[in-house]
């Protein structure tokens, strides 16, 4: 079965800190997804990693995906205000044989002034 | 373009009742899904279809049922509503699936509530 664990779920920090939030998958997966959440919003999405070692930015934010140990990263640089809100991953079925994309329980970000 | 459009926004049910939430996209995606939002849960997909004619279970599909006679629509129907219903509902899209670059494309919700 396949299952995604987000952490950490909750993440307070400081502007102009760096952090990682970690996304481990339990099967087999070549895409990993990032999407974002502002309050009382849809999803939208930030990231699409599609292979082993990949590696993608934009602004703020790095991706990177390690097919091998079933990790994903997003890493924050120097975070902003405008940075707060709930990050989701999410990992596509399609390796295991199921037509599913399975979500994280997401972390929810919240960047101090 | 519209993308994902999900009506309605926001629904007050009784237990027991019935009724359909709609989605409909205009990007000409083949794959779409259902998915409900819980605080504390992330999002748990219900139903998905990978084409017009073809759907299948999700991880909560208990409750709910789906139909595609179109690739445009994919409704979602609470056959008798329950106060475990209620949620936030996503309706989303992709264009594939496991196929290159094809995030799913969410619509903006429809917040439920079963008193």
């Known amino acids: 079965e396949l299952k995604v664990e987000q952490n950490p779920l909750f993440l307070s920090m400081q502007e102009g800190k760096n952090y990682t939030i970690y996304c481990n998958y339990s099967?087999?997966?070549?895409?990993l997804y990032w999407y974002r959440q502002d309050p009382g919003k849809s999803l939208e999405s930030l990231f699409v990693l599609l292979s082993n070692g990949a590696v993608k930015q934009e602004g703020r934010l790095m991706a990177s995906l390690d097919t091998k140990a079933r990790l994903s990263t997003l890493h924050i640089t120097a975070a902003v205000h405008d940075l707060s809100a709930t990050y989701f991953c999410?990992?596509?079925?399609?390796?295991?044989?199921?037509?599913?994309?399975?979500f994280g329980t997401g972390t929810r970000l919240k960047v101090l002034a | 373009n519209a993308g994902v459009t999900q009506t309605p926004k926001f629904q007050v049910l009784k237990t027991g009742q019935s009724m359909t939430l709609q989605c409909a996209q205009d990007m000409n995606h083949e794959y779409m899904s259902w998915y409900r939002q819980d605080p504390g849960m992330g999002l748990r997909l219900i139903h998905y279809s990978v084409g017009a004619g073809i759907t299948d279970q999700g991880e909560v599909p208990n409750g709910y049922n789906v139909s595609r006679s179109t690739t445009e629509d994919f409704p979602l129907r609470l056959l008798s509503a329950a106060p475990s219903q209620t949620s936030v509902y996503f309706c989303?899209?992709?264009w594939g699936f496991g196929t290159g670059d094809s995030p799913l494309h969410f619509g903006n919700g429809t917040r439920l509530t079963v008193t």
């Open positions: 099967t087999t997966s070549d895409r």
């Open positions: 989303a899209s992709s």
């Open positions: 999410a990992v596509d079925g399609a390796t295991s044989g199921t037509y599913k994309y399975i």
